[in-house]
Nanobody, 117 residues
Framework: VQLQASGGGLVQSGGSLRLSCTVS????????MGWYRQSPGKERELVAV???????TYGDSVKGRFTISRDNTRNMANLQMNSLKPEDTAVYYC????????????WGQGTQVTVSS
């Protein structure tokens, strides 16, 4: 299973970005898809997760601003990020977690998001 993240970049505070994660080589629909982020000196933190059953979970710092979605026909998960803040600056990682250990837990390569003040 391979994950390819895209859509990062530089944006001003208050702006928007949309991240996409395309999955290949696996049964996309069974995976919970998530976005995590990590900034220098900090641990990787949960941004958002959407399960195979479309249950949503968001990190407290992004609730009301970010929206995660999935398109099982395109093997893609998206993260719409609105009202971006400088503290959202981080490397964002896409994750695919299977329903059991046998299905595996996979990470994309990360995409940089930089929000200027």
């Amino acid at each position: 299973v391979q994950l390819q993240a895209s859509g990062g970049g530089l944006v001003q505070s208050g702006g928007s970005l949309r991240l996409s994660c395309t999955v290949s080589g696996g049964s996309f629909s069974v995976y919970a898809m998530g976005w995590y982020r990590q900034s220098p000196g900090k641990e990787r933190e949960l941004v958002a997760v959407i399960t195979s059953g479309y249950k949503l979970t968001y990190g407290d710092s992004v609730k009301g601003r970010f929206t995660i979605s999935r398109d099982n026909t395109r093997n893609m998960a998206n993260l719409q990020m609105n009202s971006l803040k400088p503290e959202d600056t981080a490397v964002y990682y896409c994750n695919a977690k299977g329903p059991s250990a046998a299905w595996g837990n996979y990470w994309g390569q990360g995409t940089q998001v930089t929000v200027s003040s």
